[in-house]
T-cell receptor, first 113, second 113 residues
Framework: SQTIHQWPATLVQPVGSPLSLECTVE??????LYWYRQAAGRGLQLLFYSVGIGQISSEVPQNLSASRPQDRQFILSSKKLLLSDSGFYLC????????????FGPGTRLTVL | GESVGLHLPTLSVQEGDNSIINCAYSNSASDYFIWYKQESGKGPQFIID?????DKRQGQRVTVLLNKTVKHLSLQIAATQPGDSAVYFC????????????FGKGTLLTVNP
């Protein structure tokens, strides 16, 4: 069966510091991968998605970036965090075939102080 | 700055009652729909999906109804339990080479014992 991991689970970072969140998927190959951000009490905002190694599509211009160095690894980064980057970051994977369903990881709670 | 607090529609039911959560979607080209359940501090969990060539699909204690004429989706939960308390999101996909899901705002379901 497929599993998706995210780490760290929680993170507190000062403004201006760098960020690296990691997501890995097991039990599948060539998945579509997604990064979302969720503000408190709100819906899901798609940040980036990838349909293959090195292929990144950005949905929202901001100071975040994403990379996919391996088939089942997706990384979200920032060189300098802003207060507004605080939120719940979710990684998801999907088979990208007939139904385009997505399955989510446990999330990372980021607080920028 | 961002306001604090929930901005979600809410539904409060008694344990054992049936719950109906509604969702209106906007894209008439959407042909695949998913309901997710998100408990506090966790990632969304896939509940049930439906394709546009169906108008009803049943799972364990859950039923999804699709009305394409009025672009409306509903999730029915039978014999609601305290463990069903969560935020429920609908999501739509327009298919083809579009691997993205568009999420609704979510509904907070509270089950009273």
């Amino acid at each position: 069966s497929q599993t998706i991991h995210q780490w760290p689970a929680t993170l507190v970072q000062p403004v201006g510091s760098p960020l690296s969140l990691e997501c890995t998927v097991e039990g599948t190959s060539n998945p579509n991968l997604y990064w979302y951000r969720q503000a408190a009490g709100r819906g899901l905002q798609l940040l980036f998605y990838s349909v293959g190694i090195g292929q990144i599509s950005s949905e929202v211009p901001q100071n975040l970036s994403a990379s996919r160095p391996q088939d089942r690894q997706f990384i979200l980064s920032s060189k300098k965090l802003l207060l507004s980057d605080s939120g719940f970051y979710l990684c998801a994977w999907g088979p990208g075939q007939v139904n385009n369903e997505q399955f989510f990881g446990p999330g990372t709670r980021l607080t920028v102080l | 700055g961002e306001s604090v607090g929930l901005h979600l529609p809410t539904l409060s039911v008694q344990e054992g009652d049936n719950s109906i959560i509604n969702c209106a979607y906007s894209n008439s080209a959407s042909d695949y729909f998913i309901w997710y359940k998100q408990e506090s501090g966790k990632g969304p969990q896939f509940i049930i999906d439906i394709r546009s060539n169906m108008d009803k699909r049943q799972g364990q204690r859950v039923t999804v109804l699709l009305n394409k004429t009025v672009k409306h989706l509903s999730l029915q939960i039978a014999a609601t339990q305290p463990g069903d308390s969560a935020v429920y999101f609908c999501a739509e996909n327009s298919g083809g080479s579009n691997y993205k899901l568009t999420f609704g705002k979510g509904t907070l379901l509270t089950v009273n014992p």
